[in-house]
């Protein structure tokens, strides 16, 4: 089992950067893949990011690959999201999840967080 929790979200402006957190607890947490996905109103939850277990994969959504990068800390537990050159359309909850199958689709993953505001305005 393991709970996974977001932080790190908030308003900026366009061209702004922010990072985003994301705790994990239990015991397992190194063996799983985590991501982060968003979803903006009306529209399905998209992936935005993934890295492996141990770190040999990464891979990003093409709408953010050079302006987002994600990276692994497994002494805190935690993975993150920076967020660089913010655009309007980037706004959405971010989803930080876990699973044990390498993938870009949502049901891939087991454990979701609650998720975090990001805004951008223009």
């Known amino acids: 089992q393991v709970q996974v929790t977001e932080s790190g979200g908030g308003l900026v402006q366009a061209g702004d950067s922010l990072r985003l957190s994301c705790a994990a607890s239990g015991s397992s947490f190194t063996s799983y893949h985590m991501a982060w996905f968003r979803q903006a109103p009306g529209k399905d939850r998209e992936f935005v990011g993934a890295i492996s277990w141990g770190r040999t994969y990464i891979d990003y959504a093409s709408s953010v690959k050079g302006r987002f990068t994600i990276s692994r800390d497994k002494d805190k537990n935690a993975i993150y999201l920076q967020m660089n050159n913010l655009k309007p359309e980037d706004t959405a909850v971010y989803y930080c999840?876990?699973?044990?199958?390498?993938?870009?689709?949502?049901?891939?993953?087991?454990?979701w967080g609650q998720g975090t505001q990001v805004t951008v305005s223009s």
């Open positions: 999840a876990a699973g044990g199958v390498w993938g870009t689709q949502v049901d891939l993953y087991t454990y």
